[in-house]
């Protein structure tokens, strides 16, 4: 079974260093997620792209933060600049065309800020 | 705008015991609603969906929900609890694209 995979699993970086994750969804699905999950709360939505086009940003993503999906296959988060604000688990979801609603997670990137 | 509300942080119940979760959603049009079980240092695993057919859903581990359009809820339970139930539980609401998270409620099961 190939779910979403994630990696890394989890990144330390000293403030003020870029850092990138990378996501791969489940193969046939378009639709890629990006969540951002602080301690104690429950995820936020960031962006999502329907295969290489992002098609919305929350206005969490600061302009630090980029996303990319070229090919609509997998995708990358790169975060420059990084902040201790930037600390928690970003987590990667993708949906079927058939069941656009229904998402399914990867594992997700515990980033810690120093 | 689409809101998803957890009441109560944190759930103790003893192995054996009914689990109910709750969960109340606001939203102008008829949502898709959902609850996810995230183990620690995991991602989120989908228990169940609700999507506008039967108001009484079932999902994976014998938890149920059910949609209560009067009440704006989605409670999740389970008749009997094991230890192997212990998680956080999320409830979340969306449309299309997008899924709007409550803050989760920890679930112990004590022995």
């Known amino acids: 079974d190939t779910g979403v995979s994630q990696d890394p699993r989890h990144k330390i970086t000293k403030r003020g260093q870029n850092v990138t994750f990378r996501c791969d969804p489940i193969?046939?699905?378009?639709?890629l997620y990006w969540y951002r999950q602080t301690l104690g709360q429950g995820p936020e939505f960031l962006t999502y792209f329907q295969n290489e086009a992002q098609l919305e940003k929350s206005r969490l993503l600061s302009d630090r933060f980029s996303a990319e999906r070229p090919k609509g296959s997998f995708s990358t988060l790169e975060i420059q600049r990084t902040e201790q604000g930037d600390s928690a688990m970003y987590l990667c979801?993708?949906?079927?065309?058939?069941?656009?609603?229904?998402?399914?997670f990867g594992p997700g990137t515990r980033l810690t800020v120093t | 705008a689409q809101s998803v509300t957890q009441l109560g942080s944190h759930v103790s119940v003893s192995e054996g015991a009914l689990v109910l979760l709750r969960c109340n959603y606001s939203s102008s049009v008829p949502p898709y609603l959902f609850w996810y079980v995230q183990y620690p240092n995991q991602g989120l695993q989908l228990l169940l969906k609700y999507t506008s057919a039967a108001t009484l859903v079932k999902g994976i581990n014998g938890f149920e929900a059910e949609f209560k359009k009067s009440e704006t809820s989605f409670h999740l339970t389970k008749p009997s609890a094991h230890m192997s139930d212990a998680a956080e539980y999320f409830c979340?609401?969306?449309?299309?694209?997008?899924?709007?998270f409550g803050k989760g409620t920890l679930l112990t099961v004590n022995p």
């Open positions: 979340a609401g969306g449309s299309n694209y997008k899924l709007t």
């Open positions: 979801a993708s949906s079927s065309p058939i069941s656009s609603y229904e998402q399914y």
């Open positions: 193969s046939e699905h378009n639709r």
